[in-house]
Every structure is written in C-alpha cells, then in structure tokens.
C-alpha cells in the first residue's frame, strides 16, 4: 500500500524527508559547537594572523579544527604557504 | 524520594503547559503527591490551564522573596486531593528569581510531595536553565516540525551542561514526549515520524500525544484534558504518564485509522 503510494508521490516532494536530512545537518553542526569553548574562535583569529605575519599563506591554506577528546581537548592547525622558487 | 522533573522545549507554544497540567494531573490520580510550579515568569498560564487562577494570591517569587509562606502560596486542585500548584509571578522582571531561592523551595517541596513537575518557560536563556537547574529528570516537549526538533536538541545540550546533576557529574534522565502527532499528514510525508524524531534526538519516547481538539476544548474551560478519558488526547496522556511510571504501553494514535470503503462512502467525518 505504502510502496504503490511511494510510486504515484514520487514527483511530488516528500517534505519529511527533508525535513528529516536538514535536520541532521543542522544538529550536529549545533553538537561540535556546543562542545567547542568560548575562547575558541579568538583563538583561531589570532592564531591566522600570527601565521599571516610569517607566511604568504591564504585564510584557506589554514586550517584550525578542534577535537574533544574523552580526557582533553585538542587542536589541529594545518599551515600551507606558496614555495618561493629560486 | 521525591522526583524532580522539569517540562522543557527550547520552542515556544509546543504544549509544555498542557503537558505539565495533564501529567501532574495523572500522577495525583494515581495516588502520587504532586506539585506544579509554573516558571513562566511574566507569562503564567499554568494556572488557566488548571482552571485555578481566581484563586492565586501569592506567587513562586513571593515565597523565594520571603513575602509569602509556602503554604500561603500552594493553591490545592479543587478536583484531586494531593494535587497543588505554585503560580508564576505576573509582573516581576524575570531576573528575581535566584537559584539559592528556588532551591530552598524545591527542598521543602522534596519533604511533602512524591513528584514536583517544573513548567519551563520557552527558549534557552535563564529561565530555562532555572527551571532545570534542580530536575533529577526531564521531559523534553516536541513537535514534529524542523524548528522544535532542533531546539529540543539544545535543551537536551544544557541538560547535559547546566543543571546540578550535570555539575555532580550525573546525568538528568530525559523523555522524549512528542506532541501535536498528525498521523495522516505522517502518511502523506508531510511530517516526520515518531522514529525519525527519536533517531535524530537518541533519547526514548515517553509519549506521543495526537493533535486534537479536546485540548482547546479543555483549556477554554480550565480542565486538563486528561480528565477527558474519552478523548484521544486524554489518552495519550495517561498512556504518557504509566509509561513514565514505568509500565510498558504500546504507543496509541500513531498510526492513521484505516477506514473501511463503507464508511469512508457513508461515513461523515468525525
Ligand atoms: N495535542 C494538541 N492538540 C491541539 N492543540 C494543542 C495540543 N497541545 C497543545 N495545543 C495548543 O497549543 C497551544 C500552546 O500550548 P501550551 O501553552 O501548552 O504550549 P507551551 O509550550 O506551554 O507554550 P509557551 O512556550 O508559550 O509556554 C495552546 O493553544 C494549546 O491549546
Ligand atoms: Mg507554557
């Protein structure tokens, strides 16, 4: 029965699976934040443009992310910058 | 020992007072010693919902202030005995509340009453911590609609973060009660279901209570719709209520009621 409404619906959008998919997006971008400390997005300005002053590297070439882990706390800082060639 | 239990939601306008009137009015039928302290401060509506608001004279922040005694404040259900409710103030800024004071009275409330259920007001700013600063367990209020999905999912944050047990390190045991179910708009996937909810919150359904027109019918006249044993919503919320008591019940109202060709022919609608 389900399955032969499934069939004629099939164009019209199932707005709860949507509804569903958005959702579990939105969570668990709420989650990693809830997690993170307050201090953390000053932290990560600071830290680039540290990193800025010293390298030629692009707001992309860096990336700061954050891990908690069961006993602490953790951040991962990956740094690329352009190679001067001689 | 007295269970502490507070009704939350994030989202506004959910169903946590309608909730709370018929759950604490469940558990007082039960033979349970049951207190309802509204924390809507500014808002109070617990006391509409009861049908007890002639009769409020002093108020929560009247008995932290020391202006009323608890006894003077309590105001007894005139239906069921060892049924009681402390009112929310009307008037006073929301920030006269203090955790020192609404824990001296959640003490005194713990020596009488078997069960004090906690009204929260919506959002996630104080208030909301306020009321479930002291709850050993929570009922966290749901409808199945993206926004109240996802601020139920905060709520469930700061019970984790922000209340007392979470600071002893002990967790605020959580219900998930959905409210306001629409199993044909379910069917026609217009709405998320009872799974999809549960999946994406992880904790455990308590209840799930239909949208129904016995709960405005029960609020015009001041009478938890649970005293309405023959309606749906009536149901689902004594369902909710043994369910949280510990019985195991199939969930009720869930699932879209197949008429037979006869009566969908002759059949008037309900
Ligand atoms: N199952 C239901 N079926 C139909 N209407 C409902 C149902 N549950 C609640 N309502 C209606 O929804 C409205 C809001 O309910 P209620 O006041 O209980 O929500 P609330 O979460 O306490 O709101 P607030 O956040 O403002 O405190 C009311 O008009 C109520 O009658
Ligand atoms: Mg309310």
Redesign the pocket.
């Known amino acids: 029965m389900k399955r032969l409404r499934d069939f004629f619906q099939k164009e019209s959008c199932q707005s709860a699976d949507i509804a569903r998919e958005r959702l579990k997006v939105m969570i668990s971008q709420d989650r990693m934040q809830r997690n993170q400390p307050d201090f953390l997005p000053r932290l990560q300005s600071e830290l680039v443009e540290v990193i800025r002053r010293y390298t030629q590297s692009e707001q992309d070439d860096i990336q700061i992310s954050y891990h908690c882990l069961p006993q602490r706390s953790q951040i991962e800082l990956n740094v690329s910058w352009p190679r001067n060639l001689p | 020992m007295a269970r502490v239990v507070v009704v939350t ?1 994030g ?9 709370c009137a018929s759950i604490g009015t469940a558990l007082a039928m039960q033979g349970h010693r049951t207190v309802l302290i509204d924390f ?1 401060v500014g ?1 109070r ?1 617990l006391d509409l ?1 009861m049908g007890c608001e002639r009769r409020v004279v002093y108020d929560l922040i009247n008995v932290t202030t020391g202006e009323a005694k608890l006894s003077q404040a309590l105001i007894k259900d005139k239906r069921l005995d060892g049924l009681f409710m402390l009112p929310a103030s009307q008037t006073r800024d929301k920030d006269a509340l203090t955790y020192e004071g609404v824990g001296e009275v959640i003490e005194t409330l713990k020596e009488e009453f078997d069960f004090i259920i906690c ?1 929260s ?2 959002g996630i700013e104080r208030g909301a911590v306020m009321a479930m600063y002291y709850a050993d367990e929570a009922i966290v ?1 749901t409808n199945p609609e993206v926004s109240s999905v996802r601020d139920s999912d905060r709520i469930i944050g700061l019970l984790d973060s922000k209340t007392r047990k979470a600071e002893e390190g002990e967790s605020v045991r959580s219900h998930l009660l959905i ?2 179910y629409d199993p044909e708009r379910v069917e026609h996937a217009d709405m998320m279901s009872v799974q999809d909810i549960e999946e994406i919150l992880a904790i455990p359904v308590v209840g799930v ?5 016995a ?2 019918r029960a ?1 015009n006249q001041g009478v938890p719709v649970v005293h309405d044993s023959d309606s749906d ?1 009536g149901q689902a919320y004594s369902d909710t209520v043994a369910r949280f008591l510990g019985e195991e019940l199939p969930m009720r109202f869930t699932e879209l009621e197949r008429k037979g060709l006869f009566s969908r022919m002759f059949g008037g609608r309900r």
């Open positions: 939601s989202k506004g306008g959910v169903g946590k007072t309608t909730s809507d808002l509506n919902v009204d007001p919506a209020v409210t306001r209570i239909p949208e129904s027109p709960v405005l609020s919503a």
